[in-house]
């Protein structure tokens, strides 16, 4: 029997065998990866979708972009193959992947597929795949900033706020006193048996009427919840419909139970008649009779709510205990909020403003705008709004209401960066709202509260609020609210410097999102999994992080998000030595930010530093880093500017221009005698050595270094521990002291075959100690690396040989 086998570069792959083969040697590896390259070569003469391949690798096609991701990133590294050089296997940005190496097909008998090749199959089958890594390419490699970070931090933390805050406004009115909502007493796992979901509803009318599917939805599960109920909020219940659609069979979505822990689905239909609207509700438990109600109503409104109590009734629930209400205000509420839902934020904004009731009470009209506002990215008007709304009576007599302006401006003030502001607004919304009936509100406060206490590092107080606030939201039956959470527990880990921790929350976080749909929150956890990826020198697996968020782009409508896209991008181009597609990418993002985010901008000059500084363009890195200086926030990010602060004094110094450089720090102290694990820290000693060793004090510098290295270790984190080696190392060889640097760089040598820096170095001790061979393969791994990066001329030729002559690269082939 003939087989058909693939011979490619070192690498043999006979599908038929199932083995994998490298200059003689077999490759393990995973099953999924094998039929992965499989497909990928049966299919080289064209690019195959991303859908393609998953139903071939996994047999299914409910499989998350970073499951895909996993596979892909196994058989690169099986094949010496990365997203940065896609030699063998290539992107094709959103769409999927292709065979790009060249093949030849030798056609043999099927024993002849290598020296074992009657054996059973090597290939085992594949452990679980972590349901968050992804792959790609490269990183920020040159001059790493470990405290930039939390002010990005911060942005994010309060970013993730931003939907729920939203959605708690344009909720129908409320009455504030004898609403009932019981907390459990304990954590809840798995369905409840208060639990309920609430699905669209389908509406016979008019076609004016179709905001009643949404706004419906909304109005029943609002009451449900009020009646001690735990119903997901709709933008979660959508989100998670999105991603996962009704049968063909119109049977209920696939995973929804699971993914709400819902006991009863409720289905309806609203109808409207010559005398009014009939709303009929169906609760339907997993296996058993679904219970049915029916009510006839003189406007749609009246009928949902009917509907709804009538249901309550019929689930053993005491109805929720309210005063007069406004029919009419009700509905335009409820239209608004079913336009928010389907992101038709025009259309509620136009709702809003054509309502003479809400005309009535101008401070609930103008926070609700506020809302819509901020949630199209308009910060400065959405805050000066609801700065507005707090000075009118309303918000001093409605103490909820209040509650929840307070929260709105909160917000806004955290995503600007000004993070004692808005913990006055998080303390001030909690002494006003009222546990148990209140839940939503109260545990958006106290995710706020818990961010804004990151940066005075009151670690305890913050986890304790983050604690609190999941139970809030758990109790609410807000799932999505539970993942911001744990989102913004792996942002404080980030922030910790914990990069593995983060990823430990961010990651199975970034995966709910997805699975709910839950676009601005995803592209918000990706960029903190970008962050922690980066520290960890994951490189392959930070450029597939950012390559998960690219492939949004077309759907997202916050311009900061856009921004913010570009800017994870610029970041691993510019650690991957791709210095022009970086510089495309930020002149890119210049012409986004035009939203008033303080934070955004800061960051944007940051990266600008960081591109001008490794391209040895000294000039523009001291003016982007000093304009990153006077962005950065006014309060609690002080301790986060000493990465900038050592860019600027770099280019200080190159341009020769010491006076500026010395006014940037205290510069004649002496390192403390024990190593130190706060952030800073190391970016701090280096800032101290490198101006020491300008300024002749060697002997000063010297301590400083060793101190940042024991700092370096002792915090491990990667990144900067390569940080301090990169400066340290070079001037440890330019003293003559190869055994010390040879210490330093070992230190840093695992991580050479991903980091360009750890690379270069172990291609300058080499070359200092005259070794041919591993000079020769440092030097052939560093040009793999490098990108647009240059190696210095020196270190491309060896002094002497063996006899005598000068060994430069080329000669290496002879």
Request: with cysteine.
């Amino acid at each position: 029997m003939t087989v058909e086998v693939y011979e490619f570069g070192a690498f043999r792959f006979n599908p038929s065998a199932r083995e994998l083969w490298r200059a003689g040697q077999r490759v393990d590896l995973p099953r999924r990866s094998f039929e992965c390259i499989e497909h990928l070569l049966a299919h080289r003469e064209r690019a195959v979708g991303r859908d393609e391949l998953v139903e071939a690798v996994f047999g299914r096609s409910n499989v998350s972009d970073a499951q895909l991701g996993q596979v892909v990133l196994r058989a690169r590294r099986a094949l010496d193959d990365d997203g940065n050089t896609q030699r063998v296997v290539r992107t094709i940005a959103g769409y999927g992947y292709r065979w790009v190496a060249d093949v030849r097909v030798v056609v043999e008998e099927s024993a002849a597929g290598g020296a074992d090749a009657a054996e059973p199959t090597f290939v085992p089958a594949d452990a679980a795949v972590p349901s968050g890594e992804t792959i790609a390419s490269a990183s920020s490699a040159g001059i790493r900033l470990p405290r930039r970070r939390f002010a990005l931090l911060a942005a994010l933390a309060a970013s993730l706020l931003i939907a729920a805050a939203a959605w708690l406004a344009l909720s129908a009115h409320r009455p504030s006193e004898g609403l009932a909502q019981p907390v459990p007493t304990e954590r809840s796992i798995g369905t409840h048996a208060d639990s309920v979901v609430v699905l669209p509803l389908q509406v016979d009318g008019l076609r004016e009427d179709a905001w009643i599917r949404l706004g419906a939805m909304d109005l029943v599960a609002d009451r449900l919840r009020q009646a001690g109920l735990r119903a997901p909020a709709s933008e979660s219940v959508l989100a998670l419909l999105k991603s996962a659609p009704e049968s063909a069979s119109g049977g209920e979505p696939p995973n929804l139970r699971e993914a709400t822990g819902a006991r009863l689905l409720v289905r309806g239909r609203a109808t409207r008649s010559a005398s009014g609207w009939q709303v009929e509700l169906a609760a339907a438990p997993e296996s058993g009779i679904a219970v049915p109600v029916r009510f006839t109503g003189r406007d749609p409104v009246q009928a949902m709510r009917g509907a709804a109590d009538l249901l309550l009734a019929a689930l053993g629930r005491s109805v929720p205990a309210e005063g007069e209400r406004d029919a009419t205000l009700d509905e335009t509420l409820q239209r608004a909020r079913a336009a928010m839902l389907a992101n038709e934020l025009d259309t509620a904004r136009e709702i809003l403003t054509a309502s003479p009731e809400l005309a009535a009470s101008s401070a609930r009209l103008a926070y609700r705008l506020a809302l819509v506002d901020f949630r199209a990215g308009q910060l400065d008007q959405a805050e000066a709004s609801l700065d507005e709304v707090l000075k009118q009576p309303e918000a001093a007599q409605d103490a909820r209401f209040r509650g929840q302006v307070l929260i709105a401006r909160g917000v806004v003030r955290m995503r600007r960066g000004e993070f004692e502001q808005s913990s006055h607004d998080y303390d001030a919304a909690l002494a006003l709202l009222t546990p148990g009936r209140d839940a939503l509100e109260i545990g958006q406060a106290l995710t706020g509260r818990a961010n804004s206490r990151v940066p005075e590092r009151r670690y305890d107080e913050a986890l304790a609020d983050f604690g609190t606030a999941r139970t809030d939201l758990e109790s609410a039956g807000d799932q999505v609210g539970v993942a911001r959470v744990d989102a913004n527990l792996g942002l404080l880990e980030l922030f910790r410097s914990r990069p593995a921790a983060a990823l430990g929350y961010l990651l199975p976080a970034a995966d709910r999102f997805q699975s709910f749909g839950a676009l601005h929150e995803l592209l918000l956890s990706l960029t903190g999994i970008v962050q922690a990826q980066l520290a960890m020198l994951q490189r392959d697996e930070a450029a597939a992080t950012v390559e998960r968020g690219w492939a949004l782009r077309e759907r997202i409508t916050d311009p900061d998000q856009r921004v913010d896209l570009l800017l994870n991008r610029a970041q691993v181009l510019i650690g991957s030595g791709r210095h022009r597609e970086a510089a495309a990418a930020l002149a890119q993002a210049r012409t986004g930010t035009n939203s008033g985010n303080r934070v955004l901008l800061a960051r944007l000059r940051a990266l600008g530093a960081e591109l001008a500084a490794v391209r040895e363009d000294w000039r523009a890195a001291a003016d982007e880093a000093a304009a990153a200086l006077a962005e950065w926030p006014s309060s609690g990010a002080d301790d986060e500017r000493s990465g900038i602060v050592l860019i600027r004094q770099r280019a200080l110094l190159a341009l020769g221009e010491e006076a500026s450089a010395e006014a940037l720090l205290e510069r004649r102290r002496e390192p403390p005698e024990q190593a130190a694990d706060v952030p800073g820290v190391v970016t701090d000693a280096l800032a101290m050595a490198e101006w020491a060793q300008h300024a002749g004090d060697s002997a000063r510098a010297l301590r400083w270094f060793r101190f940042a290295a024991v700092s370096a270790d002792r915090r491990g984190v990667p990144a900067e521990i390569v940080a301090v080696a990169r400066a340290y190392a070079p001037v440890l060889l330019a003293t003559g002291e190869r055994a010390q640097a040879a210490v330093v760089i070992g230190r840093v040598a695992p991580w050479a075959a991903r980091d360009f820096d750890c690379a270069l170095l172990q291609l300058r001790l080499f070359h200092a100690m005259d070794q041919r061979e591993p000079w020769f393969s440092a030097l052939r791994q560093a040009q793999a690396l490098a990108g647009e990066r240059a190696i210095s001329t020196e270190l491309l030729e060896l002094r002497t040989t063996g006899n005598g002559g000068p060994l430069r690269l080329s000669d290496r082939s002879r």
